[in-house]
């Protein structure tokens, strides 16, 4: 059953950008599909959208992390850092990003 949004919902409940709730006694899982047309947006990561497909959310807290992994990481950092002192080269500075962004 297919129902309009009023000014008193609260949002929960996922919203085409039609504003109309979709049929969940009928939903099925709908992949981004690669070959099809989406349309892109840029920030700090990208974003598709890509009408009729199912997403979800995935984020961390940034105190979701136990302080041991925290301090293990860093330790690392520091490590690798003693062994490679700047100035770096571009391979150097690649292995850099790859191991601690």
């Not at 939903?27 to 099809?36: L, M, T």
């Not at 997403?55 to 807290?61: A, E, G, P, S």
């Not at 330790?75 to 690798?80: A, F, G, L, S, V």
């Amino acid at each position: 059953m297919m129902g309009e949004l009023s000014g008193s919902d609260t949002g929960i409940l996922p919203v085409g950008r039609s504003g109309i709730l979709p049929d969940t006694s009928e939903a099925i899982f709908q992949p981004f599909k690669p070959a099809e047309a989406a349309l892109s947006k840029l920030r700090n990561l990208p974003h598709w959208y890509q009408e009729g497909c199912t997403y979800f959310l995935t984020f961390r807290l940034r105190d979701s992390l136990p302080q041991s992994v925290l301090d293990q990481w860093k330790e690392e950092r520091e490590i690798w850092m003693q062994h490679h002192p700047e100035p770096w080269s571009g391979s150097t500075q690649a292995e850099y990003h790859a191991r601690f962004h």
